[in-house]
């Protein structure tokens, strides 16, 4: 923690007198639900705890529910933090607020899972100037600076979109399907990547998308997109769901419709949660692509190296998998989350 501490401790005590001069009260109500859980101790004992700020997504979906619980199980106090933490309701102001409220606050180090791609550098340079290390979790931002944050920590979702593509082309290719797409929410790094790798994947097949919209990663809105997409068209084949939540919506609209998902409409999906394996497993989804939630023990090792000044990888890919019905049948009764 010896990093930076005078010029976080100087420019956070300005920025606390700015935000009280025009009138921005507690952190609660400058961050929305930012609020300390603790105050940072900071001594010469070299083992301090680590005031970590993190600002996340919502709770949008069971994997956004199990990567909050990995964060908050991991930056706990035994194991030397003291987490903030705040949930920005899929909104960017919010997020944008809390990081400001972080930074007032000094903390050791700001973490977030940006809602959208664009629109961070402003308060990423906020950050820097008041010599706050921040680092991403799970989505990327879209920035030409990437002095602006030490590491991102997440999955490559071109990938995962590609592995969703390749299995559809493997299944499917020859058969003439016709695809609807369930996009997360838009301006996601999720949404923007699964897109770009399953469209890469299923060029040169047969697979046509035919119709694509955002179901914002929620069950709900998933639902009433594919209602929208049965009412449009009679003859879908397969459904192309950017994450497990939209892929069950799916499957209550497919069966409110008469229709039985996974056989007479296919569901691929990413995720991999509890939920979603278990529909795979009853065969109402044909195949996951696993996108990891467990971000929190990779997160407290960053926190640690970035406050003691060690360098970091800039970027740390988390690996995933992909389960189609048996695999999810094997790996059900020891998964995770
Ligand atoms: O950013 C990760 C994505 O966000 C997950 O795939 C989705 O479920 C969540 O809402």
């Not at 629109?119 to 990327?140: C, F, H, N, Y």
């Not at 049965?230 to 799916?250: P, R, S, T, W």
């Amino acid at each position: 923690m010896a990093r930076s501490t005078f010029t976080r401790g100087t420019v956070a005590a300005l920025s606390a007198v700015a935000l009280f001069a025009l009138g921005a009260c507690s952190s609660e109500q400058a961050g929305g639900t930012a609020e300390p859980t603790g105050a940072a101790e900071e001594g010469g004992s070299g083992d301090e705890t680590i005031a970590i700020g993190f600002s996340q997504v919502g709770a949008e979906s069971g994997w956004r529910a199990a990567n909050t619980k990995s964060i908050q199980d991991t930056l706990t106090a035994e194991n030397g933090f003291d987490l903030s933490f705040s949930d920005a309701q899929q909104k960017q102001e919010n997020q944008i607020q809390a990081i400001r409220s972080y930074i007032a606050q000094g903390v050791d180090v700001i973490a977030f899972s940006p809602v959208v791609e664009t629109g961070w550098d402003p308060v990423l340079q906020e950050a820097k100037s008041a010599g706050i290390p921040v680092v991403l979790t799970d989505r990327a931002v879209d920035s030409e600076d990437d002095t602006l944050y030490e590491s991102f920590i997440g999955s490559d979702f071109v990938l995962e979109g590609e592995m969703a593509g390749e299995w559809a082309a493997e299944q499917y290719d020859g058969e003439g399907f016709q695809v609807v797409e369930l996009q997360g929410t838009t301006g996601s790094a999720p949404a923007i990547d699964r897109k770009e790798g399953f469209a890469t994947a299923i060029e040169g097949t047969d697979l046509e998308i035919i119709d694509s919209q955002t179901g914002n990663f929620t069950r709900t809105e998933g639902k009433q997109v594919m209602e929208g997409f049965l009412q449009k068209y009679d003859d879908i084949d397969l459904v192309f769901a950017h994450n497990d939540d939209m892929g069950l919506g799916a499957i209550e609209a497919i069966e409110a419709a008469g229709m039985v998902p996974g056989e007479d409409i296919k569901i691929i999906t990413i995720d991999a949660v509890k939920d979603g394996m278990q529909a795979l497993a009853d065969g109402k989804i044909n195949y996951i692509v696993e996108c990891n939630p467990l971000l929190g023990p990779d997160l407290a090792d960053i926190a640690k190296k970035v406050v003691a000044g060690e360098e970091v990888e800039k970027r740390i890919v988390v690996k995933d998998e992909a389960f189609d019905q048996e695999a999810a049948i094997e790996a059900l009764p020891t998964r995770e989350y």
